[in-house]
C-alpha cells in the first residue's frame, strides 16, 4: 500500500496503462506542457511524448469525435475533458456515436473509448460550470459510468475502464483530487466494474452515496450512530453502469430501509433511477418509501451561502434518514 | 497604429478613464480574491483594457455587447456601476445578476450588455441572435461579441459565422487574440494564426486592428459596425492583445517566459495612451495622476458598497428559475425545498 491523492492515483494508472498498451494515447486541452487543468496528467508529456499526450484545441465535439473514430480503427484514447460541464458540448459524439457505433453497425466495432472528466459543486463557480452529470450518462445504453470516490478506485476503476472495450464515461471529482487514500502497489491491481464497496456495514439503514456523497454518506452514518444510536450500512457503487445491485437489495433486505444521497438534481436523478429499481426489485423489504437527498432543482448559484445549501451535506443525511425511522413510529404507534 | 490622430480631447479623456477605471478595479478584484472576498473563477482583463474601451467605445447606447467570463472590464465600459459589478463578485444581492452568476456571468440588460458566458464558444450564436431580433424587428441595432483566439477553434466559430453571412446579419465578431488559450499558445493550438483571414471562407471579411491602441481599436470597430449596419455584412475583427496576468488567479504561468510578459509590458495600453494624451497636450501629469485617483476612489467605493450589500436571502434560492405562471397546472419542480416551485400542488 502506498499513500497518495486521489490526482496522483488517476496519475499512476494512466502511466501504467500507457505503458503496458502503446496503443493508448490521451488527448485534452492543457493536458501536455500544462499538465491538465487539474494536474492529473502532470509529467506525462515528458515520459511519452506529444504523440500519445496530445494538446488539443478547445473543440470538445470534434476531439470526442476524433476519439471514437480512432477507437473504431485500433486505438484506445483516453480523453480529458477539462470537466464534465463542457461535455455538454460533445454529448452527440458522445451519445450518437460513442454509445451508438456498435449496436448500430451490428457489433462490428467497438469503441475502446475513456472519457475522463471532473464535477460537482461547491467552489462559487455558478451555473455553467457546476453542473453533476451522472444520471445524463446513466441514462444512455452504450456506455459505461464509473464514480470513483476514493484514491484507490480512481486508480483501479481508471485502469479497469482504459482496458474495457465499452465506451466509458469515467467521472472524477474536483473537490476530491486532492484527497489522500491508501492504494496497493501492484501494478496489476484494479477494480472491477459493478461491483459496489461497502464502506461501512450496518443494519438498520442502507444509504447509498455517488461519487463524493459516498463519504458524505460515510460521515453522517457515523453521526447517526453516535447521537441516534442508527447503525448505518454505506454502500458506494462505484459504477453506476453496470451496477451492482445485487449488493444493494442484498443490503435493503436486512436493513429494510434506504437513502438515497447525490450531488445532481431530482427530477430524473441517480436517485430516481435506484427508488424504483429497489420498488420494483425489493419491495417487500421496505418499510418506509426509498428516501433521496439530492442538488436542490435549480441551477447552482454563484453566492456563496447559496451555493452550499443547494447540494447535500451531512445534515441533510441525517434528516433523511431520521425521516424514515419517525415515519415508522408514527405507523407504530397509529 | 499610432498614427492615428487623437480624437476631440473629451472623447479622448474619457477613455482613458475608462480604460484606467478597468485596471484599477481589475487589481482590486484580485486582491479582494486572495482575501476570499472573491469566489469561482476569476478571470482579469488587464492589459486588455485597449480592446474592451475602444471597442465599446464604437457602440451606440443600443447596440448588443456580448463577451466571455472575462468581462468585468465590458460591463463597466458599457456603464454598469462599479459598486453592482463588486457586489457580483463579492456574491450579494445588490450585484449585476444579484449574486447568481459571479465573475464569470455579468450582464445588464439595461445596458445592452448581453453578458458573460462560462462555455468557450457558446457566445456566438447568442450574438448572431441578437443580430436575427434586429433584422427580424427592423432596427438598425448591431450586435459586437467578443471572444478569444481559443475560441475560434470551436465549432460554433465556422457555424456561427456562416450562419451570420448567409443571413446578412449585423454581427460584428471581434476575436480577441490575446496569444493563448489558457496554457496554450496561439501557434500550438489554431492551425491558421492569421485569425482575421479564418472567416473569409463562410463569406465573412476580415479586418484586423491594435488591441493594445484604444484609438485603433475604435477605429477598426467603428468600421466594422458601419459595414455589419449599413451593408448587412458581419464582419470578423481580430484584435491583436496580450494578458499581462495569468489566465485566472491561480495560474502558474509556466507555459510563457517572463521575457515574454516585460516584453509585452513596454506595450501596456494604459501607460503609452496616457503618454500620447501628455505628449499631445491633452492631459498634463498632474491630471493623469487625478484621473487614477478618482479612479481609485471609485473602486473604493465599490468595494465598500459591495460588502454592504447583504447575502442573498436563502429563501430566495428558487427565484428566476421560471416564469410562474398561475394558468399552468403541475409541478414545476420536484424539490420541497422550493417554496413557490411546486406550483399546481394546491390543484392536484
Ligand atoms: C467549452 C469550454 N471548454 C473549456 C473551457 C475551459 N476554459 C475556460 S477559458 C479557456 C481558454 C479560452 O481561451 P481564449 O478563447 O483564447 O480566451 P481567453 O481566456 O484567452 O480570453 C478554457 C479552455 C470552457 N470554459 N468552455
Ligand atoms: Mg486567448
Redesign the interface.
Known amino acids: 500500500m502506498a499513500e497518495m491523492r486521489y490526482r496522483e492515483a488517476l496519475n499512476e494508472a494512466l502511466t501504467e496503462e500507457l505503458e503496458r498498451d502503446p496503443n493508448v494515447y490521451l488527448m485534452g486541452?492543457?493536458i501536455s506542457?500544462?499538465g491538465g487543468?487539474f494536474k492529473v496528467t502532470e509529467g506525462l508529456m515528458d515520459r511519452f511524448g506529444e504523440k500519445r499526450i496530445r494538446?488539443?484545441?478547445?473543440?470538445e465535439?470534434?476531439i470526442v469525435g476524433i476519439g471514437v473514430g480512432s477507437a473504431m480503427t485500433g486505438l484506445r484514447p483516453v480523453i480529458e475533458l477539462m470537466t464534465i460541464?463542457?461535455s455538454?458540448?460533445a454529448l452527440d459524439q458522445i451519445i450518437n456515436h460513442a454509445a451508438h457505433v456498435r449496436y448500430m453497425f451490428g457489433g462490428q466495432v467497438s469503441v475502446p473509448l475513456v472519457v475522463r472528466m471532473p464535477q460537482g459543486a461547491g467552489?462559487?463557480?455558478?451555473?455553467?460550470?457546476s453542473h453533476s452529470f451522472e444520471a445524463l450518462y446513466l441514462h444512455v445504453p452504450g456506455l459505461l459510468v464509473a464514480v470513483p470516490s476514493t484514491a484507490a478506485d480512481a486508480k483501479g476503476l481508471l485502469k479497469t475502464a482504459i482496458r474495457d472495450d465499452n465506451p466509458v464515461i469515467f467521472i472524477e471529482h474536483e473537490t476530491l483530487y486532492g484527497q489522500r487514500g491508501e492504494v496497493p502497489d501492484d501494478p496489476d491491481f484494479t477494480v472491477p466494474f459493478g461491483l459496489a464497496a461497502i464502506r461501512r456495514a450496518g443494519s438498520d439503514v442502507t444509504i447509498i452515496g455517488i461519487s463524493r456523497m459516498a463519504q458524505t454518506a460515510e460521515c453522517a452514518a457515523e453521526q447517526l450512530a453516535a447521537e441516534h444510536g442508527i447503525e448505518a450500512e454505506v454502500i458506494d457503487p462505484r459504477t453506476l453502469r453496470p451496477l451492482d445491485l445485487d449488493t444493494i437489495l442484498e443490503s435493503v433486505a436486512k436493513t429494510n430501509r434506504c437513502v438515497i444521497v447525490e450531488e445532481g438534481w431530482?427530477?430524473g436523478g441517480v436517485g430516481a433511477n435506484l427508488a424504483a429499481l429497489i420498488g420494483e426489485q425489493g419491495f417487500d423489504d421496505l418499510d418506509a418509501p426509498v428516501g433521496r437527498v439530492?442538488g436542490?432543482?435549480?441551477?447552482m448559484?454563484?453566492?456563496?451561502?447559496?451555493e452550499q445549501?443547494?447540494f447535500p451535506h451531512e445534515q441533510q443525511v441525517i434528516e433523511a434518514t431520521l425521516a424514515l425511522f419517525g415515519d415508522r413510529k408514527r405507523a407504530l404507534r397509529g | 497604429m499610432a498614427d492615428r490622430p487623437l480624437p476631440p480631447p473629451e472623447t479622448a479623456i474619457n477613455w482613458f478613464k475608462s480604460m484606467t477605471l478597468i485596471r484599477r478595479f481589475e487589481e482590486r478584484a484580485g486582491e479582494q480574491y486572495t482575501r476570499a472576498k472573491v469566489?469561482?473563477?476569476l478571470h482579469l482583463a488587464i492589459g486588455e483594457e485597449a480592446t474592451i474601451v475602444g471597442a465599446v467605445a464604437a457602440l451606440r447606447p443600443t447596440d448588443y455587447m456580448i463577451a466571455t467570463y472575462r468581462s468585468h472590464g465590458q460591463a463597466l465600459a458599457r456603464g454598469s456601476e462599479p459598486g453592482r459589478v463588486m457586489a457580483?463578485l463579492f456574491?450579494?444581492v445588490d450585484g449585476l445578476?444579484r449574486?447568481?452568476?459571479?465573475s464569470?456571468?455579468m450582464f445588464d440588460l439595461e445596458r445592452r450588455f448581453m453578458g458573460g458566458?462560462?462555455?468557450?464558444?457558446?457566445n456566438l450564436p447568442l450574438a448572431a441572435g441578437f443580430g436575427l431580433s434586429s433584422d427580424y424587428l427592423g432596427n438598425d441595432d448591431a450586435t459586437l461579441c467578443q471572444f478569444g483566439d481559443?475560441?475560434s477553434?470551436?465549432?460554433t466559430f465556422g457555424e456561427t459565422l456562416n450562419l451570420a453571412a448567409l443571413w446578412s446579419l449585423p454581427v460584428v465578431f471581434m476575436v480577441t487574440n490575446n496569444q493563448f488559450?489558457?496554457?496554450?499558445s496561439l501557434e500550438?493550438?489554431?492551425a491558421q494564426t492569421d485569425l482575421q483571414v479564418k472567416g473569409e471562407g463562410f463569406g465573412v471579411p476580415g479586418l484586423e486592428c491594435d488591441g493594445m491602441d484604444v484609438i485603433d481599436t475604435w477605429a477598426v470597430t467603428e468600421e466594422a459596425l458601419r459595414i455589419a449596419r449599413e451593408e448587412r455584412q458581419p464582419v470578423l475583427v481580430e484584435a491583436l492583445n496580450y494578458r499581462f496576468r495569468g489566465h485566472s488567479i491561480a495560474d502558474p504561468e509556466?507555459?510563457r517566459s517572463a521575457e515574454e510578459v516585460l516584453e509585452w509590458s513596454k506595450r501596456d495600453p494604459l501607460l503609452t495612451f496616457g503618454d500620447r494624451l501628455i505628449a499631445e497636450g491633452v492631459i498634463n501629469e498632474q491630471q493623469r495622476e487625478a484621473i487614477d485617483l478618482e479612479a481609485i476612489a471609485t473602486v473604493d467605493e465599490a468595494v465598500a458598497f459591495a460588502d454592504a450589500s447583504p447575502?442573498?436571502e436563502?429563501s430566495?434560492?428558487?427565484d428566476d428559475?421560471y416564469v410562474l405562471s398561475d394558468e399552468v397546472r403541475g409541478w414545476y419542480?420536484?424539490?420541497h425545498?422550493?417554496a413557490g416551485?411546486q406550483k399546481g400542488e394546491e390543484l392536484c
Open positions: 486541452q492543457d506542457v500544462f487543468a494538446d488539443t484545441p478547445i473543440s465535439n470534434t460541464n463542457f455538454l458540448l467552489h462559487q463557480l455558478g451555473p455553467t460550470h431530482p427530477h439530492t436542490v432543482d435549480a441551477p448559484p454563484y453566492a456563496k451561502n447559496l445549501i443547494s | 469566489g469561482g473563477f457580483e456574491g450579494r445578476c449574486g447568481r452568476g459571479g464569470m456571468h458566458f462560462g462555455i468557450v464558444g457558446g481559443g475560441a477553434n470551436q465549432g488559450g489558457m496554457g496554450t500550438r493550438h489554431s509556466d507555459y447575502e442573498p436563502p430566495s434560492l428558487y428559475v419542480s420536484a424539490d425545498r422550493g416551485l
